[in-house]
């Protein structure tokens, strides 16, 4: 078993990620290990205002960037991030593993609904 999967399942058997996430982290492993490049090029980001069917934030990101901006990102901004019950290394590995889809999903305090998603 390689590495990416042993990972994958340490994130699972640590609680950090759910039986789904890592499921779908183990088939983009699979993936990537097959034949061609299946890793995912962008990050996607979209936001609504409650009862809004038009996205007030859509933002589409290269992955290169994400990957720069999460090495480079202040200790308080990632304190805010962890405060949100999002892990950083959950994304990580997900953009390391070519995973695709939706990886965030959140609910804030002023009724926003934000998704974040992989292509």
């Known amino acids: 078993m390689n590495d990416e999967r042993l990972r994958v399942l340490k994130l699972l058997e640590e609680k ?32 609504w205002e409650r009862n809004s069917e038009k996205p007030k934030v859509n933002v589409t990101l290269p992955i290169s960037l994400v990957k720069w901006g999460m090495k480079m990102a ?3 901004a ?3 991030i962890a405060d949100a019950d999002i892990d950083l290394k959950v994304v990580a590995d997900a953009l390391e593993s070519g995973v695709t889809g939706k990886i965030v999903e959140v609910d804030d305090d002023d009724g926003d609904h934000v998704e974040v998603w992989l292509e």
């Open 16 to 47: 950090k990620i759910s039986a789904d996430e890592a499921a779908r982290l183990l088939d983009a492993v699979g993936r990537a290990d097959g034949e061609g490049d299946h890793r995912n090029r962008f990050l996607k980001v979209r936001v």
């Open 74 to 76: 202040p200790e308080h």
């Open 78 to 80: 990632k304190a805010k």
